[in-house]
């Protein structure tokens, strides 16, 4: 019986550890997506850089853009904008990104 408690017991640590973890990486990955909006912003604001993707209707373009390849955009872009041999791994929504920058600095 005494097994049984303490596996249970162990259970239910385990859970709560993987609880927690759970919530460190998506707070490291918050972390994260604000550095990267804050590089966007001053690079933007050091260059000139649209804080822009391509688009494609209301949604960012997700294949190879002509513009981006002839070099006709300006605005930021995934890899797979310039070529179909890359890819974007991290599954990135930019033009999500960059609408939360533009709603947080109506706030401020």
């Known amino acids: 019986m005494n097994n049984i408690t303490e596996s249970s017991c162990q259970r239910r640590q385990q859970l709560c550890m993987d609880s927690q973890l759970g919530l460190y990486q998506r707070l490291q ?39 981006v390849k002839l070099g006709r955009f300006r605005g930021i872009v995934h890899h797979y904008h310039l070529t179909a041999r890359k890819i974007d791994c991290a599954g990135l929504h930019i033009d999500e990104l960059l609408q939360e920058m533009k709603d947080e600095k109506e706030t401020e």
């Open 29 to 67: 990955q918050w972390l994260q997506l604000q550095a990267l909006k804050a590089l966007w912003a001053a690079v933007s604001a050091a260059t000139g850089v649209p804080l822009d993707c391509p688009m494609q209707g209301d949604r960012m373009d997700t294949n190879t853009n002509e513009r």
